[in-house]
């Protein structure tokens, strides 16, 4: 045991929180059984110490080495207790192996540890645990049954959906029931749910929450919320729709956001009045104003309406909304908004005239380009660039002859943005206006001209001797030639000013002209911290093992943004001689450092690389990071990487979105381990969310191969999987199964996913 070890265990009963937090950290860092067995010895010792107690339970819970036996001796102490605080740690730990150890538990004398299981359980995600948990559902104990209900949603295994909606009729369980079956991502319980809105029973609410957590999973894995949101609006009765109005009334913030949502689904013309009172409440204003773009050109003359609505944030989300729908009807009422006194609401009705793209707000438009801010301005002329109006380069240029300076600024700015030729001849005279913020205009538009003579303009910009215009010079030379801006640039990265030579760098980036390595690499040693951030993430994204050096100087830099900035250039070069800095700084420990290395780790395309990425799976604080990381690995190298995630339950869900995202590179490795069985049912369960989650014929084609999976468990997911794609693959095997198949449980699954495929 380490030399230090007994003072930091002494130090768990200091009376100061932050003296314990420091050894707990200190002591999760040691990977040492003997540790481990000293912190365990406190636990059974020391439960009168409840600091003392809750900090060997939390630095047995980061432990870096595997416990789970050593913890297995406490559930067979005689205290009560100590077997429900190593439960509690077993579940903390996330992993696989504490599941048989939970599920014994389940059978424990003491209600209190049998309780701690049903929550370890539920928090593992484990699968194995769903019949045991199921039972306790069943028994309706008073104490047990609800935290088995909740255990059974965080695991989400549709299997138990029977067992969920039969505890919808019980006042108790039905809350958490609903809860659950909103995370078995089937849209079987759509049905049973909006039964309980159409109802006179209790409280709607869970029933909502379910049904907008059903929506969201949907939509996030498989871009088909809409299907929810129609089998809402399918199955509501009048009656369900009126309590969802009526329960607006009473309804919290949070709750009133629940609400509209689903509201929002229903496309009874009825509905539009509600949405139009809630687009006038903070809470629930973007929702409303989807569900108004969703009704189209039946909205527009409400909101049109609406734009004369007293409240200014009502105005401007109706502006919003109306420019969605693109109705030319609104054109009017949108112009008169641009007289608002607030930017923010003309900023939205010319955002809104914009995408419309009515000719008929040209003049208008034009009209307002004096206005005095800069935000309005550059939307008015961002609405103006939409229109093909066949008189906008003679208005504007009439417009810079005669009006204002922030007009003047603006004509510019919109002439400059098509290089129309004929504002050549205004563009150059505007270099020689009075007003500074039209001479920066009129030389950042000057590359969009291709003309010689602005070209040669900008480069006498550059060498300027006001700042301020040296600046928005080297900003543009960005969209000319690496020939022609090279030496400016080359000579602006070193001008006195610091935002010459910051636009400077980030234009010699963009250009990427040749022997541009080594006016970076002096970059990085500048004495701003934005040019030299600036300067290391362009090193790396040119790699070459020639600017890991250069880069790795800046790891010890005094500004934590340029550190940061190194760190990801080391990544970007995906240079396996970044490797050894990388893996220094995994051990800083400030955290942005930590995850910012782990994340440029897997840029690298090499093996040293993937394996300490592997390696950091194992560290509860480096373990989500590094999944992160993994899923941007090449795509077999990484489909591997987190096939092997998928055993550690707190990474599981995370690593079945990435694997999904990845999607048909890891079909050959997902159908091994299917046809091969070389992984756990669990892991076989997981890999089938993966294939439902790519929406594929050839993710479909790979569940028929689970269909034959001898454990039952696998079988059912996967044809839950297939009703879920609404797929139509199979159908001789699945009749085979619904009639033969030995479970009566797949059977049953087998002849519902028929029914499903025949409608």
Known sequence: MPSDVPTLLRMLYAPDWRVRRRAVEALAEVPHRDVAQALIDMVRRDQHNLAALNAA???????????????????????????????????????????????????????????????????????????????????????????????????????????????????????????ALGHMRDISIVKPLVSWLNSDRGQIEPAIRALITLYESYESELGEGAVVAHLVAQHITPKGRDRLINSLQDAGESSLELLARVLSWIPDPDIQPVLLSLLRQPATRSIAVEALIQRGAAAVPDLIHQLQNSDGETRRAAATALGAIGDPRAVPALIALLDEDT???????????????????????????????????????????????????????????????????????????????????????????????????????????ENERAISALLKAAQNPDAEIRAAAAYALAYVTPEVAYEPLSIAIQDPDPWVRLHACRSLDRLDPPGIIPVLVQATQDTDPRVRLTAALALGRRGGPGIIDSVSSLLNDPEPDVVEAAIQALGLSQQPEAIPALARMIESPEERYRNAAIIALGRIPAPAAWSLLRDLLHHPRTREVALKAISAAPPRQATKMLIEALNEPALREQAISYLAALGPATLPDIAQALIHRTEAPEIRCALIEVLRRQRSPSASQHLLIALGDPNPTVRIRALFALRSLGSRVGIEQLQRMAEDDPDSTVRQAAQLTLNTMQT
Not at 114 to 119: D, L, Q, S
């Open 57 to 179: 339970l939390e630095a047995l819970a980061r432990s870096q080495i595997d416990i789970v036996n050593d913890l297995a001796t406490l559930l067979q102490d005689e205290n009560a207790n100590t077997r429900m605080y190593a439960i509690q740690v077993l579940g903390a730990l996330s992993s696989a192996k504490s599941i048989p150890l939970l599920i014994a538990a389940l059978d424990d004398p003491d209600t209190n540890v049998r309780y701690a299981a049903i929550e370890a359980l539920g928090e593992l995600q484990a699968i194995q645990a769903v019949e045991p948990l199921s039972t306790i559902v069943r028994s309706r104990d008073p104490f047990l049954a609800f935290a088995a209900v909740v255990a059974l949603g965080q695991i989400g295994d549709p299997r138990v959906i029977p067992t969920l909606e039969a505890c919808l009729d019980d006042e108790w369980l039905a809350p958490p029931a609903a809860e």
């Open 343 to 449: 930017p923010e609401i003309v900023i939205a009705a010319a955002n809104a005239l914009a995408k419309i793209g009515d000719c008929t707000a040209f003049d208008p438009l034009v009209q307002r380009l004096d206005h005095p801010s800069a935000l309005v301005r550059r939307a008015l002329v961002a609405a103006i660039n939409s229109l093909s109006h066949p008189e906008r380069t003679s208005r504007l240029l009439t417009l810079y002859q005669s009006g204002s300076p922030p007009a003047r600024e603006a004509a510019i700015r919109s002439l400059g943005y098509f290089g129309d030729p004929a504002a050549l001849d205004t563009i150059l005279d505007a270099l020689h206006d009075p007003d500074k913020r039209v001479r920066l205009a009129a030389i950042e538009s000057l590359p969009f001209l």
